[in-house]
Nanobody
Framework: QVQLVESGGGLVQPGGSLRLSCAASGFTLDPYTIGWFRQAPGKEREGVQCITSSNGSTYYTDSVKGRFTISRDNAKNTVYLQMNSLKPEDTAVYYC?????????????????WGKGTLVTVSS
């Protein structure tokens, strides 16, 4: 069974850090472009950051530049999102998604697999 499972969310104070994980099962992540997306309460889902099979990364939103970093460990079949200097406006459910062999630009609208999300709450 093909699955993406996110973990690592939780409650953190403003200025704090979290590392989200996206673990794949039932398929190998190596040839896939992986994107992180988020959906805040009452808002549409937006892309956060993406990483290709060749480790090229792209920010989908300027609001996280310099604070979030995406990485992948193909040996562990896992992609990570390191989130630093968190702000209340980063509060959202974070999802990872996979697109086979795409550029980040093309992958944005062509994700084949989605996880169920992990909640990140930034609040004092």
């Amino acid at each position: 069974q093909v699955q993406l499972v996110e973990s690592g969310g939780g409650l953190v104070q403003p200025g704090g850090s979290l590392r989200l994980s996206c673990a794949a099962s039932g398929f190998t992540l190596d040839p896939y472009t992986i994107g992180w997306f988020r959906q805040a309460p009452g808002k549409e889902r937006e892309g956060v950051q993406c990483i290709t099979s060749s480790n090229g990364s792209t920010y989908y939103t300027d609001s996280v530049k310099g604070r979030f970093t995406i990485s992948r460990d193909n040996a562990k079949n896992t992609v990570y999102l390191q989130m630093n200097s968190l702000k209340p406006e980063d509060t959202a459910v974070y999802y990872c998604a996979a697109s086979y062999g795409s550029s980040c630009r093309r992958a944005y609208y062509n994700m084949s697999y989605w996880g169920k999300g992990t909640l990140v709450t930034v609040s004092s």
